[in-house]
């Protein structure tokens, strides 16, 4: 009955306050001087978040409140800005066309334009730039990863942490369908393909934190993804040395059913041959995305998205090396491998929305969704290692060389891990809009089933002795009686169902103020779990200050409670054993904004920064190896994470826009009853490793205290840069740099987590240079077969053009004095590509 009750309430009080709508509609086209449309033109009303972009064709349409002395904006890079002036009546439909006029030199397919939402903490990124940055995945996450607050560490994984958060508190959305990320993938070499289709998409909104209540339950940020609604046919491909994708879209004669579809194929072999292990790298992932809208009327409209994604990795290692250490004490390690590791990840994805507008300003969806995900992971590896030390003489004929053995060894890793995954979920949101309000309500129904068998395990054997060893028995008899002890063993035979009920009721006023322009945002979410009959509620606002000063600024605080409760993975502990009295982890989000549009040296030019601190409670502490995060669920932790997030965007060359981010954060956590035991001689003195004979006199119960989390990113900059020959801009040229400090790592077996050694930093350049071949800038002679497309690029890339050696993760040899020494496991090195891209 509780939840009736919550579920009805959500419903009804959005129209408690209904009233008659006094709003009006303009529409028209935008075009350049030459009649020629504009795609992407921003047309928004001063003031107010309220605005449209212009489809293909340079069509828009916007809904305003009626009143008098209006002022609709019209911007787009690299044309003049125009402001029009309205008066308009209560339900009046105007015809308002628009001509933009050039302002310098257009390169409309290189445009990124940032559309932030500035009274928010949501910023837009263009989409068409998925095309132009130089990356192995050609991703939105590839954009993502430089923003603000972002931090990356695997070129070869679309995972991204926000602000000191993990993968798996990053929500993401498609069309108001909740997007899931594969649960086994232990590093980016089997990730394959990310949900999100590129080629389908028409809007990305981001936020790094502070968000709205009508986003869901994660702790970090969100991804809120949008997929083309076709007005005319259309169509592309691309293809390069790491696969294909192939698009078309379009729309029936009437103008009432469309349909949008993506297929991807990629193999990402020519890549994984650079890395250390050498073998027979065979993977294949490949993802089918399909979507249909049908037009009832005018108030309903229907539309299914789907998608089967199948992820195939196959891997036969067979030898390795890797020089590591210091110049004084250079070593080499060297593994021959037998066995090998298939793994296989099935995903398929439906959801069915209906949308009904009764009236003007009223907007209501009703939207069921499934998600089935089937995961196999089977290896069976053995390696023999070999460790030895370098000769380091310069001018030495050993220099180089091996010129002494120090360890010697053999380990196998086995895994049988199965896991199905069922999520139903049904769900109804709704939006009603006023002269000074934005309301939007929401319930949501979700059922999960997983089963999940798990058996992992690892034999380390050096210089004789299986490690881990009974210490008493070294040399000893009867060796025998002594079972054979496995170093890591997990097991898990679990099933699980739950349900989930959630609801948030959101509203936005405009303030009226002569002085300045404010608005407040504010919400309520609550969710109830009946896994462990947990009940929350989360409060968020957002205000934002426009003063009315000559300069463009603005200035926005958010806070709430960001509630994650916990998936399968934060329920199962290290050993593969549920936690049935877990609890929510808890983030309380303090975020100070501001946001300044300023122009320098004749161009428009953006500073946005936020200072943010999050008080983080009932944390699941873990750990990260490539990708893979392992939960400690059985344990709790308190946190916080602060820094600050700056970013310039604009035309740092004229007609193109490019931008800069940098982030200095600090987060740490520190664990209940993480006691540990320091023993002290008579004169009171500590007795350490070098003393540990001395007699015991008393000991003392300490606490490790706040330590770094793993995600702890001291400092990460990036930036994505764009330019071309002036005289020629068919010849274009893209940029990513990345760079981040490195991230702490817990030395596997240890008991403290004190995460006290860190991997070295994180430095990557990707390059592109491209040439139009058919498009708005090329002038081909009539009769030419390549006029039949809309536009065709060449391009070529170059991945990590310094060829650095990045550490994703360590690879832990021991010896029989179970010493234990840390092998990097670099990443890429410098790779050359080609890619064709082509649009009709």
């Given at each position: 009955?509780?939840?009736?009750?919550?579920?009805?309430?959500?419903?009804?009080?959005?129209?408690?306050?209904?009233?008659?709508?006094?709003?009006?509609?303009?529409?028209?086209?935008?075009?350049?001087?030459?009649?020629?449309?504009?795609?992407?033109?921003?047309?928004?009303?001063?003031?107010?978040?309220?605005?449209?972009?212009?489809?293909?064709?340079?069509?828009?349409?916007?809904?305003?409140?009626?009143?008098?002395?209006?002022?609709?904006?019209?911007?787009?890079?690299?044309?003049?800005?125009?402001?029009?002036?309205?008066?308009?009546?209560?339900?009046?439909?105007?015809?308002?066309?628009?001509?933009?006029?050039?302002?310098?030199?257009?390169?409309?397919?290189?445009?990124?334009?940032?559309?932030?939402?500035?009274?928010?903490?949501?910023?837009?990124?263009?989409?068409?730039?998925?095309?132009?940055?130089?990356?192995?995945?050609?991703?939105?996450?590839?954009?993502?990863?430089?923003?603000?607050?972002?931090?990356?560490?695997?070129?070869?994984?679309?995972?991204?942490?926000?602000?000191?958060?993990?993968?798996?508190?990053?929500?993401?959305?498609?069309?108001?369908?909740?997007?899931?990320?594969?649960?086994?993938?232990?590093?980016?070499?089997?990730?394959?393909?990310?949900?999100?289709?590129?080629?389908?998409?028409?809007?990305?909104?981001?936020s790094a934190g502070g968000f709205d209540a009508k986003y869901g339950d994660k702790m970090s940020s969100v991804l809120?993804?949008?997929?083309?609604?076709?007005?005319?046919?259309?169509?592309?491909?691309?293809?390069?040395?790491?696969?294909?994708?192939?698009?078309?879209?379009?729309?029936?004669?009437?103008?009432?059913?469309?349909?949008?579809?993506?297929?991807?194929?990629?193999?990402?072999?020519?890549?994984?041959?650079?890395?250390?292990?050498?073998?027979?790298?065979?993977?294949?992932?490949?993802?089918?995305?399909?979507?249909?809208?049908?037009?009832?009327?005018?108030?309903?409209?229907?539309?299914?998205?789907?998608?089967?994604?199948?992820?195939?990795?196959?891997?036969?290692?067979?030898?390795?090396?890797?020089?590591?250490?210091?110049?004084?004490?250079?070593?080499?390690?060297?593994?021959?491998?037998?066995?090998?590791?298939?793994?296989?990840?099935?995903?398929?994805?439906?959801?069915?929305?209906?949308?009904?507008?009764?009236?003007?300003?009223?907007?209501?969806?009703?939207?069921?969704?499934?998600?089935?995900?089937?995961?196999?992971?089977?290896?069976?590896?053995?390696?023999?290692?070999?460790?030895?030390?370098?000769?380091?003489?310069?001018?030495?004929?050993?220099?180089?060389?091996?010129?002494?053995?120090?360890?010697?060894?053999?380990?196998?890793?086995?895994?049988?891990?199965?896991?199905?995954?069922?999520?139903?979920?049904?769900?109804?949101?709704?939006?009603?809009?006023?002269?000074?309000?934005?309301?939007?309500?929401?319930?949501?129904?979700?059922?999960?089933?997983?089963?999940?068998?798990?058996?992992?395990?690892?034999?380390?054997?050096?210089?004789?002795?299986?490690?881990?060893?009974?210490?008493?028995?070294?040399?000893?008899?009867?060796?025998?009686?002594?079972?054979?002890?496995?170093?890591?063993?997990?097991?898990?035979?679990?099933?699980?169902?739950?349900?989930?009920?959630?609801?948030?009721?959101?509203?936005?006023?405009?303030?009226?103020?002569?002085?300045?322009?404010?608005?407040?945002?504010?919400?309520?979410?609550?969710?109830?779990?009946?896994?462990?009959?947990?009940?929350?509620?989360?409060?968020?606002?957002?205000?934002?200050?426009?003063?009315?000063?000559?300069?463009?600024?603005?200035?926005?605080?958010?806070?709430?409670?960001?509630?994650?409760?916990?998936?399968?993975?934060?329920?199962?502990n290290i050993r593969g054993d549920l936690n049935h009295d877990i609890r929510s982890q808890k983030s309380i989000h303090?975020?100070?904004?501001?946001?300044?549009?300023?122009?320098?040296?004749?161009?428009?030019?953006?500073?946005?920064?936020?200072?943010?601190?999050?008080?983080?409670?009932?944390?699941?502490?873990?750990?990260?190896?490539?990708?893979?995060?392992?939960?400690?669920?059985?344990?709790?932790?308190?946190?916080?994470?602060?820094?600050?997030?700056?970013?310039?965007?604009?035309?740092?060359?004229?007609?193109?826009?490019?931008?800069?981010?940098?982030?200095?954060?600090?987060?740490?956590?520190?664990?209940?009853?993480?006691?540990?035991?320091?023993?002290?001689?008579?004169?009171?003195?500590?007795?350490?490793?070098?003393?540990?004979?001395?007699?015991?006199?008393?000991?003392?119960?300490?606490?490790?205290?706040?330590?770094?989390?793993?995600?702890?990113?001291?400092?990460?900059?990036?930036?994505?840069?764009?330019?071309?020959?002036?005289?020629?801009?068919?010849?274009?040229?893209?940029?990513?740099?990345?760079?981040?400090?490195?991230?702490?790592?817990?030395?596997?077996?240890?008991?403290?987590?004190?995460?006290?050694?860190?991997?070295?930093?994180?430095?990557?350049?990707?390059?592109?240079?491209?040439?139009?071949?058919?498009?708005?800038?090329?002038?081909?002679?009539?009769?030419?077969?390549?006029?039949?497309?809309?536009?065709?690029?060449?391009?070529?890339?170059?991945?990590?053009?310094?060829?650095?050696?990045?550490?994703?993760?360590?690879?832990?040899?021991?010896?029989?004095?179970?010493?234990?020494?840390?092998?990097?496991?670099?990443?890429?090195?410098?790779?050359?590509?080609?890619?064709?891209?082509?649009?009709?």
């Open positions: 009955m509780k939840q009736h009750i919550i579920a009805y309430f959500f419903v009804l009080i959005p129209f408690l306050g209904l009233s008659q709508q006094e709003t009006a509609e303009v529409s028209g086209r935008v075009t350049g001087r030459d009649g020629t449309p504009i795609e992407l033109v921003n047309v928004a009303l001063t003031g107010s978040a309220e605005g449209a972009v212009t489809d293909k064709q340079g069509y828009y349409s916007i809904e305003l409140p009626a009143k008098d002395n209006l002022e609709l904006n019209f911007t787009f890079v690299g044309y003049q800005n125009k402001r029009i002036k309205l008066d308009l009546e209560p339900g009046e439909k105007k015809e308002l066309n628009v001509t933009l006029e050039l302002s310098s030199t257009l390169l409309p397919e290189m445009v990124i334009e940032d559309k932030r939402t500035r009274r928010s903490t949501i910023s837009a990124i263009d989409p068409k730039s998925t095309k132009r940055i130089p990356t192995m995945n050609s991703s939105v996450e590839s954009l993502v990863k430089t923003m603000p607050g972002v931090s990356s560490q695997n070129e070869l994984s679309n995972q991204y942490s926000v602000r000191g958060g993990n993968y798996d508190e990053n929500l993401i959305y498609v069309n108001d369908i909740r997007i899931y990320r594969p649960f086994l993938v232990r590093s980016g070499r089997q990730e394959g393909l990310s949900f999100l289709n590129s080629d389908l998409v028409s809007s990305i909104l981001f809120d993804i949008t997929y083309k609604n076709p007005t005319e046919f259309g169509a592309s491909a691309d293809m390069s040395l790491l696969g294909g994708s192939f698009h078309v879209e379009g729309i029936n004669d009437t103008k009432n059913l469309s349909y949008l579809l993506g297929i991807r194929q990629k193999s990402n072999q020519y890549i994984l041959n650079t890395l250390q292990t050498e073998g027979q790298y065979q993977p294949s992932f490949t993802d089918v995305q399909g979507m249909l809208r049908y037009d009832l009327n005018e108030q309903w409209d229907f539309s299914f998205l789907g998608n089967v994604s199948r992820n195939i990795y196959r891997f036969i290692p067979e030898n390795r090396t890797t020089d590591f250490g210091t110049f004084r004490r250079a070593l080499r390690l060297q593994i021959f491998f037998d066995g090998k590791e298939e793994d296989r990840f099935l995903n398929y994805m439906g959801g069915v929305t209906a949308s009904y507008k009764p009236f003007e300003g009223m907007k209501l969806k009703f939207i069921t969704s499934a998600y089935h995900s089937n995961e196999n992971v089977n290896y069976d590896v053995e390696g023999e290692y070999w460790i030895g030390k370098l000769g380091t003489g310069l001018g030495q004929e050993e220099f180089g060389e091996v010129i002494e053995k120090e360890g010697v060894g053999r380990y196998l890793n086995h895994a049988r891990n199965y896991l199905d995954v069922d999520v139903f979920s049904a769900e109804h949101k709704g939006s009603f809009r006023t002269p000074k309000h934005q309301m939007e309500w929401g319930v949501h129904y979700q059922q999960e089933t997983v089963n999940d068998e798990m058996k992992e395990w690892s034999l380390l054997d050096s210089a004789g002795y299986t490690l881990p060893y009974p210490s008493y028995n070294i040399g000893g008899e009867n060796i025998s009686q002594h079972p054979l002890e496995m170093q890591r063993v997990l097991t898990a035979d679990n099933s699980v169902t739950s349900n989930r009920f959630n609801g948030y009721f959101q509203d936005t006023w405009n303030i009226p103020s002569d002085s300045a322009r404010m608005s407040l945002t504010a919400g309520l979410r609550a969710s109830y779990w009946d896994f462990n009959n947990e009940f929350l509620l989360s409060p968020r606002a957002t205000f934002s200050y426009k003063p009315m000063w000559q300069n463009d600024v603005l200035f926005r605080f958010s806070t709430g409670y960001y509630y994650q409760p916990p998936f399968y993975k934060e329920m199962r303090f975020v100070l904004g501001s946001d300044w549009n300023f122009r320098a040296f004749g161009r428009p030019f953006k500073f946005v920064s936020e200072v943010f601190y999050k008080h983080l409670e009932n944390l699941i502490p873990y750990e990260i190896d490539n990708v893979r995060i392992r939960y400690y669920a059985d344990r709790q932790s308190r946190g916080y994470s602060t820094g600050i997030d700056l970013k310039v965007n604009g035309e740092f060359v004229e007609g193109v826009e490019s931008w800069a981010s940098l982030s200095v954060m600090q987060t740490r956590e520190n664990l209940e009853n993480d006691f540990y035991t320091v023993k002290y001689n008579e004169a009171g003195e500590e007795i350490t490793g070098a003393t540990q004979d001395q007699e015991v006199t008393y000991t003392e119960q300490k606490s490790i205290g706040y330590r770094p989390r793993p995600t702890d990113q001291r400092v990460n900059f990036s930036m994505f840069f764009q330019d071309y020959l002036p005289k020629n801009p068919t010849y274009k040229m893209n940029l990513r740099l990345l760079y981040g400090t490195g991230l702490p790592v817990n030395i596997p077996g240890t008991k403290d987590y004190k995460n006290d050694i860190r991997l070295p930093s994180y430095r990557r350049v990707d390059i592109g240079f491209s040439k139009q071949i058919v498009g708005q800038q090329t002038d081909l002679p009539a009769g030419n077969f390549l006029n039949n497309f809309k536009s065709m690029w060449v391009s070529l890339e170059v991945f990590n053009l310094l060829d650095l050696k990045n550490t994703i993760s360590y690879f832990w040899v021991t010896d029989v004095n179970n010493r234990r020494l840390a092998v990097p496991n670099y990443l890429t090195p410098r790779r050359i590509n080609l890619k064709l891209n082509i649009e009709i």
